[in-house]
């Protein structure tokens, strides 16, 4: 079971932190991704990482403003989002696969939190 918190409302420039945290032993087997929706569309990726910490990808759109990061050891993912913008506004789910963290499609991830909502005022 994972469970995303985090989310907030902040101004535009502004920084959150999402965190996402796992209630299994073998976290640390698992890739995670986030990804978010905003209304009346699709859910989209955002970034993932590899079970290991070492490998990561993101969206084009929060390249250079988010890193995504993990703490197995805390069986806790992390979302660091900086300069944030109005379009950023979304809920924002992470997910895990044993698969492969290089999926971009949300319906290849296999367990998902609950979301958490990010507003970016303008």
């Given at each position: 079971q994972l469970q995303a918190s985090g989310g907030g409302l902040v101004q535009a420039g502004g920084s959150l932190r999402l965190s996402c945290t796992a209630s299994v032993r073998t976290f640390s087997h698992y890739n995670v991704g986030w990804f978010l929706q905003a209304p009346g569309k699709?859910?989209?990726?955002?970034?993932?990482?590899?079970?290991?910490g070492v490998d990561t990808v993101y969206a084009d759109s929060v390249k250079g403003r988010f890193t995504i990061s993990r703490d197995n050891a805390k069986n806790t993912a992390y979302l660091q989002m900086n300069s944030l913008k109005p379009?950023?506004?979304?809920v924002y789910y992470c997910a895990a696969n044993r698969e492969t963290f290089r999926r971009r499609d949300y319906v290849q991830w296999d367990y998902w939190g609950q979301g958490t909502l990010v507003t970016v005022s303008s």
């Open positions: 699709d859910r989209e990726f955002v970034a993932s990482i590899s079970w290991a379009e950023d506004t979304a």
